[in-house]
C-alpha cells in the first residue's frame, strides 16, 4: 500500500496568550483562590501551561452567593435582553474561535482539526440556538410562564471542556437561571477564557462564575445548600455519588454519565462507509467520547471483509503533535486516564481477546495511545462491559438482527447506538428497539444544539440540546 | 334472619394473577372509626421481587403495543370502573355523595389519561432542524419498570399515579395506601378484566416502610414515584437507594390535590427521549 508522507503543518500557539497563572471567575471579576493551586498541564509535552487556583468550600460560597445576588436581576430582565448577551457572546466565541480551539488542544490533546472544525462551531451554535430560546419560552411547551430555577450548579468533564461548558451555560442563562460553573481538573484554560468573553460581552457580574479545582471543588458545587439546580456531565460512578448527595433536597438533577454504545454493521451496509463510521465512531476524540461507539458488532458474514477494511484503514491514521493539522490522533489527556485504558486493554487480553493495533510511534513524551482493536471479544470480557474511555474497539459477531438488539441492549448503559445497514425498515425497526437516547444510523457521532442528546439507564437522565434540553433548567 | 354476607379475600396481584403474599402474613383494616373491615395481606420483599419480575416480563409487548391499543386499554378500563361505580363507592366508605365524586373524578382521570397514549409524543417529540443534511427525529419512549409508592387517597390518587406511569408504555409495581389498601386490590379486579395484560400493572398491599427500600433499591426497577411517602427519613432512604442505578425519582408530594388538574409531569418523568438520525442523500 502507498503510504503519503505528509511534512509537518502544525498551528501556531502564538495566538494564545498564557498566563503564568489563572484565578476564578466570581461575580465578574478574577480572583484569588484558597486552595493551593495546581498546574494544567500539555498531555502532549507534559510541559507545563499554567498553574490554576483551587476553589476551597468558602471560594464556592462566594460564587453561589453572587449568583444568587445576580439571579434576581437576570431572571427579572426580559428574555429578549438575555437573549441579546447570549448571541453577544456566540459571536465572540465565532471572533475567538481560532485562538480557543488552539488553547483547547494545548489543553486537552485533542487534534486541531477535531476543536477547529467540530468543538469550537458548536459552542457558538449551542450558544446561538439557546440565545433564541430565552425570549420564547411560553412557547416550549411548559406552560404560559415557565421560570427558572435559580442558581444552577455544573460540574463537567475533560473530553469535550469548552463544548460541555456551552451545553450547560447556554441553556441555563436562555431560561434565567445563573451558573456555578466548575470545569475539568486538567483541562481548566477555555472555561477560563469564556470568562474573559462573559467581561467582553458585559454580562452582568455574577451570571456566570467558573471555579477551578479536583473533585473537592466539584462536590462543595453540587452539596452547597443554595444551588437549586445540579447538572453533571462525566463518570457514572461520580453520577450515582452526587444522586446520593442531592437526594432529600429538592434540587433538581439532571445527568449526562458512561455509554458502551454498540455500532452495528450488517452485511448490506456500504462497507467503505461502515469502516469511516466505525473509526469516527471510536477513534474520534482518542476515544474519550461518552457516546463513543466502543463496541463493534458486526454481522458474522462480513466480519473478515469489513475487519480488514477497518485495519487498513487505522494504518493510515496519524498520531501525533495534536497542533499538527494532519493529525488524526492526538494525546490522551491525562496519565491517570492512560494508566486506566492501559490497564483495561492488558485485562482484554488476559480475558483472552486478540489485540491489534496499526505500527505507529508514539512520541517520547507525553501521553500516548495507540488505535486498539480487540477481536474474539465475548460479550462477559471486561473490554466489552466497562467505558474505557480511550481509543479501544471491542469487536463482537451476530447473525441476526435480534440478537444484534440483544446483545446490543447487553450493558447497563443506554446512551447511543450506530446502525448500518442499506435497508430503510430494518434501520427503523432496529432504531425502534434499541434502548439507548441517540441513535445514529448510517452516520456516527453526529452532534448539533438543535437534537438532544442524553441517555437511557446508568447514562443518567434529562437531554441537553433542543427543545427539550430547556426543562433541564426550568421550574416544570 | 338475614342471610350471611361472603366476603372478599384480599390479596396481591403480581402478574394478572391474584397471590397471597409468600410470607403468609396479613394486617388488620380498619375503618377511620376503628371497625373491622378486612384482612389484607401483608407482602414481603420477595413479593416486591416477584412483582418486578412480572413488570420486566410485561414491558416489551406493553411498550410495544400500539398507543392506540394501550389508550383503548386505559378507556376499558374507565368502562369497566364506572359499571362498578356502586361498589367501589360503597368501599371508599364515609358519605355517599363524596364517595360517589371520588369514583367519577377516578373514572374520569382515567379518560383523560387514555387520550394521551396517542398525543405524548406529538407534545413531547420534537423534529430537529439540525445544521447538515440529516433526517432527526427526537420521540419519548417508555422508561421500563416503575415502582410506585401510592398516595393516601386510595382511589382518585392511585389511578392518578398508575394511569399516567402505564399510558405510555411503562410497566409497574405499586405499593398502596397502606392505611386503605383495600380499593387497590378492587382496582386490581378491574384491571384483570379490562384486556391489560397481566404484569402491566402490580399491586402490592403492607407497609410502606418496610416494601419501599427494597423497590427502590431494585436493580431491575427503572423508575420511582414517591409520591404517596410522607416520612422524610423513608423518602430520603429510597432516593438515595435510587441512585445505585440512576433510577429517574418523581419526588414526594403526599399533600397533592387530586381534584386539580394534573400536568403532564407524571407522564414525562417516566419518559425518555431517543433522537434518531439519518443522512439525506441519493
Known sequence: MASFAYAPAPESRDI????????????????????????TINPATEEKLAEVATASADDVDRAVQAARKAFGVWSAMPGAERAKYLFR????????????????????????????????????????????????????????????????????PWNFPLLMLAWKIAPALACGNTVVLKPAETTPLTALLFAEICQQADLPPGV?????????TGAAVVAHPDVNKVAFTGSTEVGRIIARTVAGTGKKLTL??????????????????????????????QGHVCCAGSRLLVQESIQDELLTGLKRRLGTLRLGDPLDKNTDIGAINSAEQLAKIRSLSDLGE?????????????????????????????????????????????????????????????TPYGLSAGIWTEKGSRILWMADKLRAGVVWAN?????????PFGGYKESGYGREGGLLGLEAYLDV | MSRLAVRKTYKLYIGGAFPRSESGRSYAVTSPKGDFLANASRASRKDVRDAVVAARKAFPGWSGATAYNRGQILYRIAEMLEGRRAQFAEELGGGKKAALEAVDATVDRLVWYAGWSDKIASVHGTANPVAGPYFNLS????????????????????????????????????????RTPLPSITLAEVLATSDLPGGVVNVLTGHQQELAPWLAAHMDVNGLDLTGVSDADLALTCEQAAAENL??????SPDEDWRAAPALTRMTRFLETKTVWHPMGV
Open chain 1, 443 to 451: 452516520t456516527f457521532n453526529r452532534f448539533d444544539p438543535a437534537a
Open chain 2, 247 to 252: 433510577k429517574r425519582v418523581l419526588r414526594p
Open chain 1, 350 to 410: 488476559q480475558e483472552g481477546a486478540e489485540r491489534w493495533s496499526p505500527a505507529c510511534d508514539l512520541p517520547d513524551k507525553g501521553f500516548w495511545f495507540p488505535p486498539t482493536v480487540f477481536t474474539g471479544v465475548a460479550q462477559s470480557h471486561r473490554i466489552a462491559r466497562e467505558e474505557v474511555f480511550g481509543p479501544v474497539l471491542s469487536v463482537l459477531t451476530f447473525r441476526t438482527p435480534a440478537e444484534a438488539v440483544e446483545k446490543a441492549n447487553n
Open chain 1, 16 to 39: 494564545v496568550d498564557l498566563k503564568p497563572s489563572y484565578g476564578l471567575f466570581i461575580n465578574g471579576e478574577f480572583a484569588d483562590g484558597s486552595g493551593s493551586p495546581f498546574k
Open chain 1, 89 to 156: 457572546i456566540a459571536r465572540i466565541i465565532q471572533e475567538r474561535a481560532r485562538e480557543l480551539a488552539v488553547l483547547e488542544s494545548l489543553d486537552n490533546g485533542k487534534p486541531i482539526r477535531e476543536s477547529r472544525d467540530v468543538d469550537l462551531p458548536l459552542v457558538a451554535a449551542h450558544f446561538f440556538y439557546y440565545a433564541g430560546w430565552a425570549d420564547k419560552l411560553e412557547y416550549a411547551g411548559f406552560g404560559a410562564d415557565p421560570r427558572p430555577l435559580g442558581v444552577a450548579g455544573q460540574v463537567i
Open chain 2, 139 to 178: 420521540s419519548p419512549e417508555p422508561t421500563g419498570v416503575v415502582g410506585v409508592v401510592a398516595p393516601e387517597d386510595p382511589l382518585v390518587g392511585l389511578i392518578s399515579v398508575i394511569a399516567p406511569a402505564i399510558v405510555t408504555g411503562n410497566t409497574c409495581v405499586v405499593i398502596a395506601s397502606e
Open chain 1, 256 to 285: 449526562e454519565l458512561g455509554g458502551k454504545a454498540a455500532n452495528i454493521v450488517f452485511d448490506d451496509a456500504a462497507l467503505d462507509q461502515a469502516v469511516e463510521g466505525v473509526v469516527n465512531g471510536i477513534f474520534f476524540n
Open chain 1, 208 to 216: 456566570v462564575n467558573i471555579v477551578t479545582g479536583a473533585g473537592e
